[in-house]
C-alpha cells in the first residue's frame, strides 16, 4: 500500500549514478568555458565581492549535520507534504509534482518546475538550489544530490508537529512554526467541542479509516497514518480496541492490509472510506453494499463517509487546516 499512498524511494541503477556524476561533471565543465576567449582571472576584489554565503549547520530528520545557506532563497522540495513550507512563506522552486494534482493549495504550486521521479539530476542543475529537502533516504541517491546542494531529509510519517518544528529550524522560522502550531491546535480542539455541542458527534465514539484499493484489489485499516491520525483525537474519535491493538503492534505501525472477514471487530461506530479516484471512489460505493459490509452498524446507520485523496492522504498542515472547514459539514451529511 505504501506505494500508492507514498512515493516511496525508488533503487536507481549503478549506470543512472554514472549518467548523472557524468552530467553533474559536464556542468562544472561547461561553466569553465568562454566564447573563444581566456577566462578572466579574479582579482581581490572580485573575491571580496562574491564573497561565500554564511553558513550554518542544522540537523535533518536522520540526524545527519548539514550545512546551509544561513538565508536559502532557491529551495527544492521533493517530498508530498508541501504544505510544511508553504505555510511558512517558503515558495519552492521544485517540486515532484506527480501526486500534488488534486493538492489542496494546487493553485499556488501549478507552475513550479517539477524534478521528476525519480529525481532527475539534470533538473536540479538547471533550477540550481540553494537546497534541496527530501523523503530519499538512500545514501546513494543523496550523495549524488548533494553534489548540486546541501541535502536534507525529511520524513512525512512524523508527526506533523515534529516537522514543521524541524522545518522552522531550518530556515529560522521558529517563532512562526510555533505560533502555527498553537492556533491550530486550538482550531482542532474548538472543531471537536463544537461537533459536541450541537450533537454531531457524541462524546466516546469510536471510528475506523479504511482502503479498498481496486487496481490492487486490497483492502486496507489504517492505524496511525493520514486521516486516521487527524479523526483519532482526545477530543474526537477513538479508534475501536482492534484497531487500538494494530496501533500498538510496531508492525502495524501506518495501516495494515486485512481480510473482510474481520471487519465487524474492526468497524467504529463512524467509517471513513479513503478513496485515490473517481473509480476506486464508485467501486467504495458499490462494496459497502456487499453483505459482510451491509451488516455493519455503521452502514445500517448511515453513517459511512467516503474521503477523496487530497483529504484522505496526507499528513500536510494545509490539509489538516481544510480538514479542520469541511470535516464537520462532512459529518452533518
Avoid at 208 to 226: D, E
Amino acid at each position: 500500500m505504501k506505494a500508492i499512498l507514498k512515493k516511496t524511494p525508488w533503487l536507481w541503477t549503478g549506470l543512472m549514478f554514472i549518467v548523472m556524476a557524468m552530467m553533474i561533471s559536464a556542468c562544472g565543465s561547461g561553466n569553465k568555458a568562454s566564447s573563444g576567449r581566456e577566462a578572466a582571472v579574479p582579482t581581490a576584489t572580485d573575491h571580496a565581492e562574491e564573497a561565500a554565503p554564511a553558513m550554518r549547520t542544522v540537523t535533518d530528520s536522520t540526524g545527519r549535520q548539514v550545512e546551509i545557506p544561513s538565508s536559502p532563497e532557491r529551495v527544492v522540495y521533493t517530498d508530498n507534504t508541501v504544505g510544511d513550507i508553504l505555510l511558512l512563506g517558503i515558495q519552492p522552486v521544485g517540486l515532484v509534482q506527480g501526486g500534488l494534482e488534486n493538492a489542496v493549495y494546487k493553485e499556488q504550486i501549478k507552475d513550479i518546475p517539477d524534478v521528476g521521479w525519480p529525481i532527475s539530476a539534470e533538473k536540479l542543475i538547471g533550477i540550481q538550489p540553494d537546497v534541496i529537502i527530501t523523503s530519499v533516504t538512500d545514501g546513494a541517491q543523496i550523495e549524488v544530490m548533494s553534489k548540486i546542494a546541501p541535502v536534507l531529509v525529511t520524513n512525512e510519517w512524523d508527526p506533523m508537529a515534529e516537522r514543521i518544528k524541524r522545518v522552522g529550524e531550518w530556515f529560522g522560522h521558529e517563532k512562526e512554526a510555533e505560533a502555527f502550531l498553537s492556533k491550530h491546535e486550538e482550531k482542532v480542539a474548538d472543531m471537536w467541542k463544537a461537533m459536541k455541542a450541537d450533537g454531531t458527534i457524541q462524546a466516546g465514539e469510536t471510528a475506523s479509516v479504511f482502503q479498498h484499493m481496486l487496481k490492487a484489489n486490497r483492502l486496507s485499516v489504517y492505524t496511525t497514518s493520514y486521516l486516521a491520525s487527524f479523526v483519532y483525537d482526545k477530543n474526537g474519535f477513538k479508534p475501536t480496541e482492534a484497531i487500538q491493538k494494530l496501533i500498538e503492534d510496531p508492525k502495524g505501525y501506518g495501516y495494515v492490509d486485512i481480510s473482510s472477514e474481520i471487519l465487524p471487530e474492526l468497524a467504529g461506530d463512524r467509517i471513513f472510506i479513503v478513496y485515490m479516484d473517481a473509480e476506486e471512489g464508485e467501486a467504495a460505493k458499490k462494496m459497502i453494499s456487499e453483505p459482510i459490509w451491509r451488516d455493519l452498524p455503521a452502514v445500517k446507520a448511515g453513517k459511512v463517509y467516503f474521503i477523496d485523496a487530497s483529504l484522505g492522504v496526507s499528513t500536510d498542515p494545509l490539509v489538516r487546516e481544510k480538514l479542520v472547514e469541511v470535516l464537520p459539514e462532512i459529518l452533518k451529511q
